[in-house]
């Protein structure tokens, strides 16, 4: 199939999780034979050939091509695109690249559209590439798919809409590009089945084009053979890499994640740790947690605070670490703790599991899709589900796991190999873009509200 995708983040140009899902997305469509086409804005990064120069009201727009692993990727820039600010500079910057994108995204298949043949399908993800998906669909009337990788929930000002010519599309004042980009769609998809039912309230009004493809997780970086300590067993590395950041060996617990106030949970995980250190003393010494992001200032003060208060079972690391370090910490702690309010995939206790740091986390999206949990299913346990915002349940969670980890090595052995296996098995990008490739040809199962 010829593949038109659209998305604000290519690698390398990354701000979270989105860039690594489009990229394997188009990456692995590519590995199974098909055409891929991707346009981005160039947020300054301006590699490859120039391929077409145009002018928009005015403005000169350039479109510079590369070939990325298999994928044509045609970077669109102009003065505002080449912003170095992925999301911005401010609302308004963001929303300008929005609209610029949408010219521009019109403008080079416009120009590429002999050369390179109609695309069979568009692809677009998230809300800042829905106005450049309506243009192209307006013009081109291309089959399309909308995939929301995490709602937004806000709304833009209907003018940005009329400026993109899509005025037919913006009746009112303020208009949810969301609600637009599932309208105009053929079909709705997002990461998780979970995350589908608890947004219901979204998807239902797009019933009959909603459902879900799971993302995939890329186990050949996340995998144990590429650990510098892969020769010493894992409670040596354990020990090594916690006297390395100043704490003494103990069973180590650890949180990677953004900083913040509205999805991560690094609040609920804070209070847990309070809680263990006040109600069960003597577990709680011998207990360490690695907490690791940065963020929220007040957050960010409550954590240093927790670690002035217990030096010698917390350490709090703000800066950033290297993907590698990274790698070699989850492949020497016991278990990853991902305490998030909501998660529509989420990439941390995928890439726990394909390094056997057990995770604890929230029953939310696809964290819980994704986790099989101990007290469902002992045979094919992967980790420990947990109620969300809840400290109470999670230092529960915490004190169950460090007591397996005393008393039940072979249990946490085997969950430790059944989440390597699932996660290498199940959640692989292939199966992830065998499903796209159905959604493309809308020959796929469907979220039915009275079926749910
Ligand atoms: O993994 C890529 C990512 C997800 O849960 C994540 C999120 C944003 O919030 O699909 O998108």
Not at 208 to 224: H, L, M, P, Q, R
Not at 262 to 277: E, H
Not at 278 to 296: A, Q, T, V, Y
């Amino acid at each position: 199939m010829k593949i038109l995708i659209l998305g604000f983040e290519y690698l390398p140009v990354k701000v979270g999780g989105l860039a690594e899902a489009i990229t394997s997305i188009a990456e692995t469509l590519a590995n199974m034979g098909n055409e891929v086409m991707v346009f981005t804005p160039s947020h300054g990064h301006k590699e490859g050939r120039k391929v077409a120069s145009f002018e928009v009201l005015g403005e000169r727009v350039e479109v510079y091509e590369r070939w990325q692993n298999g994928v044509r990727v045609f970077a669109i820039s102009d003065p505002v695109l080449d912003n170095k600010d992925v999301y911005g500079p401010g609302w308004e910057g963001l929303l300008n690249k929005v609209l610029r994108f949408a010219r521009g995204g019109v403008g080079t298949l416009n120009l590429l559209l002999e050369r390179e043949g109609k695309p069979d399908v568009l692809h677009f993800h998230d809300w800042h590439t829905v106005l450049t998906g309506a243009l192209i669909k307006k013009y081109f009337q291309i089959p399309s798919v909308f995939t929301i990788h995490r709602l937004n929930k806000s709304k833009i000002p209907g003018h940005y809409f009329h400026e993109a010519n899509l005025g037919e599309l913006a009746p009112f004042p303020d208009i949810d590009p969301e609600y637009v980009g599932a309208y105009i769609a053929d079909v709705v998809t997002t990461v998780s089945r979970s995350y589908l039912w608890e947004e219901w309230d979204f998807y239902k009004n797009f019933e009959g084009k909603a459902t879900y493809v799971y993302n995939g997780i890329d186990c050949s970086f996340w995998n144990e053979e590429f650990l510098e300590s892969r020769d010493l067993p894992r409670h040596e590395r354990r020990r090594k890499i916690l006297e390395s950041l100043g704490l003494r060996d103990g069973i180590a617990f650890m949180f990677i994640g953004r900083f913040d106030k509205g999805q991560k949970g690094v609040d609920t995980l804070l209070r847990s740790i309070d809680l263990l250190a006040n109600s069960h003393p003597e577990e709680f010494s011998n207990m360490r947690f690695l907490i690791i992001g940065k963020g929220d200032p007040e957050l960010e003060k409550w954590a240093r605070e927790l670690e002035g208060k217990y030096p010698d079972k917390v350490k709090v690391i703000t800066e950033m670490l290297k993907r590698e370090f990274t790698r070699e910490l989850y492949g020497s702690v016991d278990f990853t703790l991902v305490p998030s309010y909501f998660e529509p995939f989420g990439l941390v206790q995928m890439e726990a599991m394909c390094l056997g740091a057990i995770p604890i986390g929230s029953a939310v999206g696809g964290i819980r899709d994704t986790i099989v949990s101990l007290d469902r299913d002992k045979e094919n346990a992967t980790g420990f589900l947990v109620p969300p915002k809840d400290a109470e349940a999670l230092a529960n969670a915490i004190l169950k796991a460090a007591e397996l980890r005393k008393r039940d090595v072979d249990l946490l052995k085997k969950m430790r190999q059944n989440g390597k296996k699932r996660a290498k098995e199940v959640f692989t990008w292939e199966n992830a873009c065998r499903r796209y490739l159905r959604a493309y040809k809308n020959d796929i199962d469907k979220a039915v509200g009275f079926l749910r």
